[in-house]
């Protein structure tokens, strides 16, 4: 036994990071091609950055915009959406901003973003549409069969031909739009799932999504089948997983955002979650795997970054 002195309480499985300024509101994330984390501050009107030892940076958007969504480009810069501004963001590592409006329809409300396999970015508006904008700077926009399905803070994601994304009410579905085509097929969740939030792309092939008010992850092949997998704890609060993220060890983790907690889904469909570490009240939110292989995650309401060790690093 060791003398008190000497002994030393055990490392937490996450290393909290307080932003700067307060009440920011940290909410999506993305790892950037500069080596860091990059996040909006939905309130706070910045791009934050974080580098994997800690160091936070903050950039201030030229006008209030709200920014929401962020993915990396493949012009190695970071593009964002500004919700309420009808507009979207493009940042360089050295944190200059240009923003880009023309061919956005108003009130489009532009939500979550990813990088498409076609070089463009991508993008979901409230207004029932898919976005599309190119390292130029050029907006084009594709509406839905029927241009319903609330989408703005809903997830978009890609795979090699298609980009998917999830529909909120009334649609209660996943969305794909081939990227050949430009033709979008919708896929009804089983009765009883709820109202599907975060998606991405699995190592099986699979897009897989989070179900917040049923506290499930579900995950749906090429031809639209649908599988569901509930939490071992879902909590009394709805609102349990929220944003998912392909992680270095194949599984998908994913954060749980009235619960406290990261969880992550193997393709097996077990299920393990974790809060130690992570201060009460925090709200994780969006999630990405860092450069260093662990898993980084934006704490909503604790206005802090998250880091877990993965368990795939030594």
Known sequence: MCAPAACSAPAKAVTEFALPEANSLPHLMAKGA??????????????????????????????????????AGPDGNMWFTEAPGDRIGRIDPHGTISEFA??????????????????????TEDSGKLGRISTSGTIAEYALPDATGVMALDGIASDRGHIWFTLGFPKNAIGRMSIDTRQIKEFALPEGSSIPQGITCGPDGKMWFTLPNSHRIGSIDAVGKITEFELPDNGGDPGGPSEIALGPDKSLW?????????????????????????????SPNGIAVG???????TEYNGNRIGRLKSPAQP
């Open 291 to 297: 450069p260093d292989g662990n898993i980084w995650f």
């Open 102 to 123: 023309a061919g956005l329809s108003a009130g489009s409300s532009t939500g979550s973003i990813t990088a498409g396999p076609d070089g463009g970015l991508w993008f």
């Open 34 to 71: 500069d080596g860091a984390l990059w996040f909006t501050e939905q309130t706070g009107h910045r791009i934050g950055r974080i580098a994997t030892e800690g160091t936070i940076t903050e950039f201030a958007l030229p006008q209030a915009g709200n920014p929401i969504g962020i993915a």
């Open 254 to 282: 994913f954060t749980e955002f009235n619960n406290d907690r990261i969880g992550k889904i193997d393709t097996a469909g077990t299920i393990t979650e974790l809060s130690d570490g992570i201060t009460q009240g925090s």
